[in-house]
């Protein structure tokens, strides 16, 4: 049976049980919500308390606010309530039926599946601005092909992408920039894009791994997100995804970000 | 691998086709023919164009050419 909540904030709390039941935090039950009335599965009831604490985590980190695109995909809901994006209370689209993998997330299938988060960083960007953004993933499984192609891309179209070609992270602002960094994508890892005005810090599971110099321009601010797609053949992959998200710079919260992240994926 | 190809009346029949958080939106593999995967076949969310989607031609998907490292 769901919790009922009611739409009150409950701080660093992470909820109180009273006469009435449980309460979340509002944002949390602002999700809750948003699945009910679409008709979504929600997640069992200790998924309920440990995804409210994730955000409750989230928030006292200071990670909650610069968010502008969060999603869960690793649950015990149905495939439609992983796909709600927690920050701005809305779907993400599943193209083509990519696999849902109850508590471990959705799977592309390497040659039509994708994610779209429907998040335009140039007409939705609230936290993301060029020279100050982050964006990146939670990999439970690396694609299979020796080419790996994108987790969790920033395209535009025929112009401008940042994906892991080869099991690396890559950069590219149109023809003229191109970077590899020295960060090896895997599995069970999630990993952090962080840009200043001139470098984009990499971080696996928290810890900084590596930077590259990208410049004060070359940055994708009108990119869209997507989810086992890139738009330079070939443009599936067949990887594993548990989390996405993008918005403000985060290269001070990496390590609560991951921790937070962490400790919700070890409960499961 | 076996994918799903449409004719052109298939096509405009099912492409854009959405339900709850899902779409069908067909795509071209590396031979220029509109494809996608069989997963759609399993789609709950494509219940109701499942018939239809049953009837599309299998044939086998032309992977794209690799790129070449920078």
């Known amino acids: 049976m769901p919790f009922v909540g009611i739409g009150v904030g409950v701080g660093r709390q992470r909820f109180s049980q009273g006469g009435g039941g449980v309460v979340f935090d509002a944002d949390y039950q602002a999700v809750l919500d948003y699945a009910t009335t679409q008709g979504y599965t929600l997640p069992s009831s200790g998924q309920q308390t440990l995804q409210n604490q994730l955000l409750v985590d989230l928030k006292d980190g200071g990670i909650w606010s610069k968010l502008d695109t969060f999603a869960v995909f690793a649950t015990d809901g149905d495939s439609d309530f992983g796909l709600i994006d927690w920050k701005r209370v809305t779907d993400y689209t ?20 994708y994610i779209d988060s ?42 401008n992408w940042v994906r892991y070609p080869l099991k690396r992270f890559y950069y590219t602002s149109g ?7 020295n960060l090896t994508i895997g599995s069970n890892q999630m990993v952090m894009a962080n840009a200043s005005a001139t ?12 930077t590259i110099s990208i410049g004060a ?40 970000f991951y921790n937070a992240w962490n400790t919700y994926l070890t409960s499961l | 691998m076996i994918v799903l190809h449409p004719n052109t009346k298939q096509y405009n029949a099912l492409n854009g086709y959405k339900y709850k958080s899902s779409e069908l939106l067909f795509v071209k593999d590396g031979s220029d023919r509109w494809i996608v995967g069989t997963q759609v076949l399993n789609d709950p969310n494509f219940a109701e164009i499942h018939d239809q989607l049953n009837e599309l031609e299998r044939i086998e998907y032309t992977p794209f050419p690799p790129e070449p490292e920078i």
């Open chain 1, 175 to 181: 023809v003229s920039f191109q970077a590899y960094s």
């Open chain 1, 217 to 256: 321009t070359k940055n994708p601010a009108n990119a869209n997100f997507l989810a086992f797609y890139q738009n330079l053949a070939p443009n599936y992959s067949d990887s594993q995804l548990g989390m996405v998200y993008a918005g403000g710079n985060l290269d001070s919260q990496a390590s609560d």
């Open chain 1, 118 to 159: 429907n998040y335009n960083a140039s007409t939705s960007g609230v936290n993301y601005l060029t020279g100050n953004y982050s964006f990146g993933w939670y990999m439970d499984t690396i694609d299979a092909s020796p080419s790996a192609e994108a987790a969790f891309a920033a395209t535009i179209p025929g112009s």
């Open chain 1, 199 to 210: 470098n984009l810090t990499l971080y696996a599971n928290g810890s900084l791994t590596d």
């Open chain 1, 94 to 113: 599943a193209i083509n039926s990519p696999t849902f993998t109850t508590n471990v997330g959705f799977q592309g299938n390497g040659t039509s599946s």
